[in-house]
């Protein structure tokens, strides 16, 4: 994966990620379309599709790393992971919504609301879900994720931004507006946008009853230089009650789905022009939850 994000966004497709990385690459300014790895016959196996497809891309939208993968139709997108579109004009938010709302869903008709003077919540032909609004301040990112804490989990969003912002360094609180009490149960968060690693996410708690809830199509890598930090982000993450899964992802205790990542060494082994190398490594990694460098550069050399 691209490496100038401590974090970055990564989209789990059934078999479209090459159709949507193109279609988002042009809709979004400064934005292109980077390395792209394909499925071998471990992999394929592994995974249930076709030797030599595309199974990893790296892309950039508005100057900022993104990642997508075709992995089968195991997992769905919903709104419980959505991106915010900070615009500076009205005709921006409208260029937007008419682009991305083609052939998917409107969640929040295009209008103007208390917080916004033009607004809208839909997600695309692909299922993916964006917020496009007019900013009312000055923003750092064009693009920024937002997790949407619903049904029994409300009450818990002030806590998850509290946890991540203390496991994850260059971080802090940037706004927090809580529910009156008489709206949503004490801990549920109206908005709350944080930076955890330089990078801007926000927070919401949604009242009432919900079909959805976090799961694995949308996920955010960790970039991790070394052991230590695979370690460190690894064993806080699932601390107080996470569940660990298989090639280096995890669920932190609140549902959300991380990818605790080596980058490094993946991305000088897996665009190596020895694919039995490349081979033996993915074996490897099949096969582990938390990522082991030491074992993984020892496949790789055949040890």
Not at 67 to 75: I, R
Request: charged share 25%; with cysteine.
């Amino acid at each position: 994966m691209m490496t100038q994000q401590k974090i970055t966004p990564f989209l789990w497709f059934d078999n479209q990620a090459e159709d949507a990385v193109k279609f988002y690459t042009k809709i979004f300014k400064n934005s292109k379309i980077g390395k792209s790895t394909k499925y071998d016959g471990e992999s394929a196996k592994v995974s249930g599709q076709k030797e030599n497809t595309i199974m990893l891309i790296d892309f950039t939208l508005s100057g900022q790393s993104f990642g997508a993968m075709n992995a089968g139709p195991l997992f769905k997108f919903n709104p419980s992971v959505s991106f915010f579109i900070n615009c500076s004009t009205k005709k921006e938010v409208d260029e937007f919504y008419a682009k991305l709302s083609k052939g998917g869903i409107v969640r929040m008709a295009l209008d103007k609301y208390p917080f916004s003077e033009r607004y809208a919540f839909i997600s695309d032909k692909y299922g993916v879900s964006w917020q496009i609004i007019l900013s009312n301040t000055k923003v750092e990112k064009k693009i920024v994720p937002s997790l949407l804490f619903v049904n029994n989990k409300i009450a818990k969003a002030e806590e998850a931004v509290k946890f991540y912002t203390k496991v994850f360094k260059d971080s802090k609180v940037k706004t927090m507006m809580p529910y009156d009490k008489k709206q949503a149960p004490k801990g549920s968060v109206m908005y709350s946008e944080f930076i955890i690693e330089g990078e801007t996410f926000s927070l919401m708690s949604g009242i009432g009853d919900h079909k959805f809830d976090f799961n694995e199509a949308i996920s955010f890598i960790i970039n991790c230089k070394d052991q230590k930090e695979v370690d460190y982000y690894w064993n806080n993450l699932i601390s107080g009650g996470g569940q660990e899964s298989q090639c280096g992802w995890l669920k932190d205790k609140f549902g959300v789905s991380w990818q605790v990542t080596p980058t490094m060494l993946l991305e000088k082994h897996l665009n190596s022009k020895d694919k039995t190398k490349v081979k033996n490594m993915l074996a490897a990694m099949y096969k582990m939850r938390k990522l082991d460098i030491a074992k993984l550069e020892k496949a790789y050399n055949g040890k």
